[in-house]
């Protein structure tokens, strides 16, 4: 069993930047590929990025292209999202998720693949 926490949350104003983290613990996360998530108050889980085992393949909601980049360090069992230009829109709860994979490039998208979720971390974002 995989367990994941986020953090690196926070408040942040309107054109800033901040960077995620979602250590994993209890397995390696080299068999995993992994997601990032968000929800906002009253609205569902929304998908945010994601990237296979390797690293090798990302993909990236429409909204957040070109602002975030998810990354991956499997040496240290870390995923990474930093975001940039972060606007109002993007306040929510932030979640990483873990899928096991035996397909080294699959990139899943969608909350009901991952079967593994962190606790969430806050990001609010100011006007």
């Known amino acids: 069993q995989v367990q994941l926490v986020e953090s690196g949350g926070g408040l942040v104003q309107a054109g800033g930047s901040l960077r995620l983290s979602c250590a994993a613990s209890g397995r390696t996360l080299t068999y995993y590929a992994m997601g990032w998530f968000r929800q906002a108050p009253g609205k569902e889980r929304e998908f945010v990025a994601a990237?296979?085992?390797?690293?090798?393949?990302?993909h990236d909601a429409d909204s957040v292209k070109g602002r975030f980049t998810i990354s991956r360090d499997n040496a240290k069992n870390t995923v990474y999202l930093q975001m940039n230009s972060l606007k109002p829109e993007d306040t929510g709860v932030y979640y990483c998720?873990?899928?096991?994979?035996?397909?080294?490039?699959?990139?899943?998208?969608?909350?009901?693949?991952?079967?593994?979720w962190g606790q969430g971390t806050q990001v609010s974002v100011s006007s």
């Open positions: 998720a873990a899928d096991f994979q035996l397909e080294v490039d699959t990139i899943p998208t969608t909350v009901g693949e991952y079967g593994h």
């Open positions: 990237i296979s085992r390797s690293g090798g393949r990302t």
